[in-house]
């Protein structure tokens, strides 16, 4: 199974704003529109990471290989991709008059830590480090986009590191996570070989753990020993001929 972590950053709305404290921000005042302005990516298995900016190779470049990428891709890692880099990506897809990238699963780690686990904060800073993870790049916040805006070089090694960093944190979350993963793509669907994997990390290292049951069927029930996923077989052990009904 081909997985992708991506991350990208954008650029802020440029605006005429007419004070400061809650603005409505009408269309006519908007002077410039958003948009990706870099995204770092690493595949799963690989020690390489990619970094593509406007600002390095161009935005054609930039939007064209994000596309290629997630064409390749079975599955997409992110922290609210979902909400954020996906549609800012497909927009500049559509922008650059690209058709969709063929369909990919979407893991937006974002979605898991908040069905799964009450933290005070739910930012990717906070839960990485909470949970012993590599921290994030501390970046020099708004002025790094304004400099980077303006073409400063050395603020956009800046840029770049902290993309980076993004990914590696995102995917070593990813690896934390995995066992809490619901409705991860199934490895055993890409895998070639005999015998049961594990859904969410391909092991084949499954111990047989009491049974599964549903509200009619029982079924075998597995612990992955690698990544500590629970599974089941899909084959009905036993179950029963009569249900309650209203
Ligand atoms: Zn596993």
Not at 46 to 61: A, I, V
Not at 115 to 125: G, I, Q, V, Y
């Amino acid at each position: 199974m081909k997985l992708l972590t991506i991350d990208i950053e954008t650029s802020p709305q440029l605006a005429h704003v007419w004070g400061l404290w809650q603005q409505n921000v009408g269309l006519s005042q908007l002077l410039e529109s958003g948009e990706v302005i870099c995204f770092a990516a690493k595949w799963y298995g690989d020690e390489q990471t990619m970094f593509f900016s406007k600002f390095h190779h161009g935005k054609k470049l930039m939007v064209k290989t994000a596309h290629e990428l997630l064409d390749q891709a079975d599955a997409v890692i992110h922290f609210n991709g979902k909400r954020f880099d996906i549609p800012h990506l497909n927009r500049e897809f559509v922008e650059a008059g690209l058709t969709p990238p063929s369909p990919y699963s979407q893991i937006d780690l974002l979605q898991v830590v908040k069905k799964n686990f009450r933290f005070p904060s739910n930012k990717l800073d906070y839960v990485t480090k909470k949970l012993g993870l590599d921290h994030k790049v501390q970046n020099s916040g708004h002025q790094l986009w304004v400099k980077c805006m303006a073409g400063d070089y050395q603020a956009w090694e800046e840029m770049k590191e902290y993309n980076l960093q993004d990914v590696v944190i995102t995917e070593q979350l990813y690896d934390k996570l995995l066992p809490w993963i619901s409705s991860h793509p199934s490895h055993g669907l890409y895998e070639d070989g005999e015998g049961q994997y594990c859904p969410n990390c391909g092991s084949k290292n499954l111990k047989r753990e009491g049974k599964a049951y549903t509200a009619l069927s029982v079924y075998q029930r597995y612990s992955c020993g690698d990544c500590g996923k629970w599974s089941r077989g899909n084959k009905r052990l036993d179950g029963v001929d009569v249900r309650g009904v209203q």
